[in-house]
């Protein structure tokens, strides 16, 4: 046994972490943690669902080396699903679903040339499928069957063609957004943290530093993104930014209120700081979606019809139709739908600051676009924690956290 579990440990990277309180850790760190309990038992078939949504690239990569490898040294089926293309581009079969049935089943690369097919389900395709299918439109000897960064280049060398500099579309860099931040920088921040640390379990035997002196402004009316691999404390600081923990060292101040000062109006903050949890059905409770949704907007003491107004907007802004969706069980909801309704119930409260970790994890491309709109949308000032860079490539600013 301990032999299994401390193999099983080192394939996640997580051997170091084995004598740590599983509640401790971050929730990628989790999901290896589970991912290598499965390994432990070592199964014939490895049944993978979206278990790699809450991890960094490079972890992400790493679990399916694992899966790869399981597969090709040990002859474990693997059935992974997955909203992520380049994680479907290694399969030998790929098999898509719409509406609870098999909408299209073959190969990659029979399936993912098919680009407009698989954008009328609601699906991306590999960045570099896209890129070859254009290409080939231009070029049509060029192949468009394309699947992997390797391929393209293999192929690009091969034709010896490169895209002359007037065909390439170039827009400049907006100077208008550049005058805007720097506006922003010279006015006082509505969030400024200086110093910040904070232990977990601290004065215990388990005592765990999860962030070492973090400092960060955020100004009115921008979109930050904080990014960092898993296990980094991005989820930890943001937990500071409506006093839902406090700080170890340092200082927070929201909204003209220093979060550690004894005389500090917590609850006036959290009226005007929403925050969505890493793991959605940490924050729903209710039995009915909508009855969720509502549930800020009726302790603000609003009337049944600005509720009610408020819901459905809310509701539509993250692309759950309000009357499909308002009577629906809140735990019969899929992962992504939850994550969605949790959005939709901070929204409601129209605060002047979002802080939203991991978003859009679980959600596929069309909706994770959805969520991505509706904060630029939305006029509130909104720090995006996330591990995959292109989920805050819109952002004004992206900060990265380094354990």
């Not at 254009?134 to 049509?140: C, E, K, Q, T």
Request: net charge neutral.
């Amino acid at each position: 046994m301990v032999r299994r579990v401390n193999w099983s440990l080192e394939q996640v990277g997580m051997l170091s972490f084995r004598q740590r309180a599983p509640h401790l850790l971050s929730g990628g760190q989790k999901q290896r943690i589970c991912i290598a309990g499965v390994l432990a038992m070592q199964p014939q078939v490895l049944i993978l669902d979206e278990a790699t949504a809450m991890l960094d690239p490079v972890g992400r990569d790493e679990v399916l080396d694992i899966a790869r490898r399981l597969n090709r040294e040990q002859g474990v089926t693997v059935v992974a699903i997955t909203h992520f293309m380049r994680e479907a581009i290694h399969a030998d079969r790929v098999i898509i679903l719409s509406d609870g049935r098999i909408a299209l089943e073959g190969t990659p690369r029979e399936l993912f040339r098919q680009v407009e097919r698989l954008r009328s389900l609601q699906l991306d395709v590999p960045q570099m499928t896209e890129l070859a299918c254009r290409l080939n439109r231009r070029f049509p000897d060029f192949p468009a069957d394309i699947l992997s960064v390797d391929e393209m280049a293999g192929a690009l060398a091969q034709s010896g063609r490169l895209l002359p500099p007037t065909d390439l579309e170039h827009t400049p860099a907006s100077r208008p957004a550049v005058v805007t931040q720097q506006r922003r920088a010279a006015e006082p921040p509505l969030i400024a943290v200086r110093n910040l640390v904070h232990d977990y379990m601290r004065g215990t035997p388990l005592q765990v530093r999860a962030v070492h002196d973090v400092s960060l402004d955020v100004h009115a009316g921008e979109i930050v993104g904080l990014i960092g691999h898993t296990g980094s404390g991005k989820s930890t600081v943001v937990q500071h930014l409506n006093g839902l923990l406090r700080a170890d060292g340092g200082s927070v101040t929201v909204l003209g209120q220093d979060l550690s000062s004894p005389g500090a109006d917590v609850r006036a903050v959290r009226r005007q700081v929403g925050l969505v949890f890493q793991f959605p059905e940490a924050q729903l409770f209710e039995q009915y979606v909508g009855d969720d949704v509502a549930y800020g907007p009726r302790n603000l003491g609003l009337d049944r019809e600005a509720v009610r107004a408020r819901v459905r907007h809310a509701m539509e802004s993250v692309g759950l139709g309000f009357e499909a969706f308002k009577d629906r069980l809140t735990f019969g909801l899929s992962g992504g739908q939850r994550r969605r309704v949790a959005l939709a119930g901070v929204l409601a409260l129209e605060p002047r600051v979002l802080a939203l970790d991991e978003p859009t994890a679980g959600l596929d491309a069309e909706h994770e676009a959805t969520v991505l709109r509706t904060l630029r949308a939305s006029g509130a000032t909104v720090v995006v924690v996330s591990h995959r860079p292109d989920s805050v490539a819109a952002a004004d600013r992206i900060v990265e956290v380094a354990a």
